[in-house]
């Protein structure tokens, strides 16, 4: 299996696993608080979905030539969406999360091994397609835990968890001076997931500040 076939299954399992522990979610629940400042459950179910819908919109683009962006209207149409969307009835949030990951799953499978060298425009600039699995695999596991619903960062999957690490482990370098390079040892004592955790901004390290990756 090469990375792209391995993303493409790790993305579809996270899916099927949101799906599952969403799948009797009550209106109250919806509206309670997630672990995210200021976002409700509803916040970041529908989060979910439209970056599903944004990646969408970047595979189909790419199918027909085109090079779009994830969110024609950047940041604020995506903070406006996910605004619009966070109070509606949990059957509706089910739905559209499960309509959501069912459409880009079906984009992907439709995708020529020659059109997933193209490139679409993340809201952080250029994005190879090829790269969209992982992220939406990252985007899946990360907000699943982020809910508060049973399943939590030591729950990530071994995979995408030694995945993560080896690029968040790059970022955190790149961001050092030469001969600097290395994660901090109090970060080096604690499990694979914490320290994912820990890099994606979930969880905390004693001793240790922020990451200030994400």
Excluded: C, K
């Excluded at 020659?114 to 992220?135: H, I, K, M």
């Amino acid at each position: 299996m090469n990375s792209l076939e391995r993303d493409l299954a790790g993305a579809a399992r996270a899916h099927r696993e949101l799906e599952a522990t969403i799948a009797d979610l009550t209106d109250e629940q919806a509206r309670e608080a997630s672990v995210l400042p200021g976002w409700s459950r509803g916040h970041v179910l529908t989060h979910i979905a439209r970056n599903a819908d944004s990646f969408t919109r970047i595979v189909l683009g790419a199918q027909r030539g085109e090079v779009l962006e994830q969110y024609p209207g950047g940041r604020e149409q995506r903070a406006g969406d996910i605004e619009a969307g966070s109070g509606r009835p949990a059957a509706e949030l089910i739905a559209d999360v499960r309509r959501a990951n069912d459409e880009l799953e079906r984009a992907w499978a439709g995708t020529a091994a020659d059109v997933w060298q193209r490139q679409g425009v993340a809201t952080t600039g250029p994005v190879a397609l090829d790269d969209l699995p992982f992220r939406r695999w990252r985007e899946t596991s990360v907000h699943h835990a982020d809910l508060d619903l049973g399943y939590g960062w030591a729950d990530w999957p071994i995979e995408y968890v030694r995945i993560e690490l080896d690029r968040m482990t790059m970022l955190w370098n790149s961001r050092l001076p030469m001969g600097l390079t290395g994660l901090p040892a109090e970060a080096l004592a604690v499990s694979e997931h914490h320290r994912v955790a820990w890099l994606l901004g979930r969880a905390g390290i004693a001793g240790l500040e922020p990451a200030g990756l994400m």
